[in-house]
């Protein structure tokens, strides 16, 4: 995983953030998840993410709005009720399946960040960094490691690459940090002053 800056010439207007409809089982979660949005916010970016109000998802986007940040959250109609659709946010965008969802996210948005999550947090990690090795894109991805919370994915990640399943370019590609100003100041977004 890099540790290198996103290339000077990528401008990051907005940012799409993977993470749970849940808290998780430690505070630690919830209090990154609002320094994310909240980071996300003063550095004039704006926050792409599922569209709820609950679990981090909810976090994220309550933070940034708190901070003056422009939010636009994309929810599959079907899960309005289920996941308790943010009626407060900047944007809105109801579509059908969740197919649609995660390509709105994609087309969105500059760069992505994968917060702690379960499977569909993994899941849409996966494809957009299966989108870049493709060629597909070229934004900038990475992981927030709250509290040592991606230290086993990155191990995986350097057992694919080590087992010649993934080249080093690609496992490079994903970036990784411990907290939200580290992680965007690596992809080459810093709050304005």
Partial sequence: MSENKAPADLAIRSLCVYC????????????????LGDAIARAGVRLVYGGARVGLMGVVADAALAAGG???????????????????LTELNVVETMHQRKLAMIEAADGFIAMPGGFGTLEELFEVLTWHQLGWHDKPCGLLDVDGFYGPLANCIAH?????????VHAQRLQRAPDADALLAMMGVTARA
């Fill in 20 to 35: 749970g409809s849940r808290d998780g089982a430690r505070p630690v979660y919830r209090e990154a998840a609002a320094a």
């Fill in 70 to 88: 422009d939010v636009y959250g994309v929810i599959p109609r079907s899960m309005t009720d289920r996941e308790l659709a943010h009626t407060g």
């Fill in 160 to 168: 694919m690459q080590d087992e010649g399943f993934l080249s080093a």
